[in-house]
């Protein structure tokens, strides 16, 4: 059993931290949200009222965090966790953000002498619940076999990117092409509907033809389609427009940092900007579908 520290409670980092515990380790939370580490105190873990005083004597550190200021708030300055840890602990920030601030936090880990890897996940909710996330790692390979046993309890695959940074880079190259194939197949069934086809019959097509892809043959957007999607539930749950824009910003500004070309990531970006303009930044991603949508 290692004492490990867990801050950032939220959707995805409580049943990640209920896993560890499940799995007998001995756990230190903190949350800003008092609310948010009470079904973990009910499970035996310990919470603190700081995330500096949450990780000592912790073998091991995750942060679960929204977003790039939240990361550098909870690991910088003189109360911030790179100061707050005792030195071998092992810093392992699951939260997708900008690459450039993990490999910002990650040389300021080794200046201090300590190892921090980025380990955002895919998977979702329903990933971080059954245990089955996937874990896309930057850093040193020695830091991460370090980390794969937590990471194993937590996930069912664990992929090493390449150095720091690496894992949010491989995130959002695979998230701006999750929303431009998700954008697409509403666009193709959207069409396919106005001209009176049947969306679940033209979903059935697609998924045994050339354009077949994930989320017509397992999130289809279109409602009645696949009863366990999101748009069978008017688009509850599931990955919100709102965290499908972040990560397309994202990706458009990892494109602009290496003056890379990214058309259609940047379309889509826009097109979930407006999605989510029009009040739907709680919805689920694939609610993108009402942009296309005859309301015929
Ligand atoms: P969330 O908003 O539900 O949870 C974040 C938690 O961090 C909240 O409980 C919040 O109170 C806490 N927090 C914020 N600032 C803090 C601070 N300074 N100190 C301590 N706690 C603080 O977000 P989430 O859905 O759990 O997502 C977390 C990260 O995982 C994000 O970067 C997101 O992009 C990524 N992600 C989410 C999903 C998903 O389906 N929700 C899937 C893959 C990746």
Not at 63 to 85: D, N
Not at 248 to 253: I, M, P, R, S, Y
Request: with cysteine; charged share 15%.
């Amino acid at each position: 059993m290692d004492t490990i520290a867990f801050i950032g409670l939220g959707h995805m980092g409580k049943p990640m931290a209920l896993n560890l515990i499940k799995a007998g380790h001995a756990l230190q939370v903190y949350d800003v949200l008092e609310s948010s580490m009470a079904e973990l105190r009910q499970a035996g873990a310990r919470s603190f009222s700081s995330s500096a005083e949450s990780v000592r004597g912790a073998r091991v550190v995750f942060t679960m965090l929204p977003a790039s200021e939240h990361v550098r708030q909870v690991y910088e300055g003189p109360h911030g966790l790179l100061q707050a840890v005792e030195p071998g602990t092992l810093l392992v920030d699951c939260s997708t953000i900008e690459a450039q601030v993990s490999q910002d936090l990650a040389a300021q880990a080794a200046q201090r002498g300590l190892a921090m890897l980025d380990a955002p996940v895919s998977g979702g909710t329903a990933g971080a619940a059954a245990g089955t996330l996937t874990f896309i790692v930057g850093g040193e390979a020695q830091a991460l076999e370090q980390a794969r046993p937590y990471l194993e309890i937590m996930g069912k695959a664990v992929f090493h990117a390449g150095k720091a940074g690496a894992g949010q880079v491989a995130k959002i190259c695979n998230n701006m092409l999750l929303g431009i194939l998700m954008a697409g197949t509403s666009e193709a069934l959207a069409l396919g509907a106005a001209h009176g086809l049947d969306p679940q019959v033209l979903s059935s097509i697609i998924a045994r033809s050339s354009g077949r892809n994930w989320a017509t043959e397992l999130y289809n957007p279109w409602p009645g389609v696949m009863p366990d999607a999101p748009a069978s539930r008017e688009y509850e749950g599931g990955f919100g427009t709102a965290l499908m824009l972040k990560d397309l910003g994202l990706a458009t500004d990892a494109a602009v940092r290496q003056h890379s070309a990214t058309p259609l990531g940047e379309l889509a970006r826009n097109l979930y900007a407006l999605h989510a303009a029009q009040g739907n930044e709680k919805l689920d991603f694939s609610s993108i579908l009402k942009l296309y949508r005859n309301r015929s």
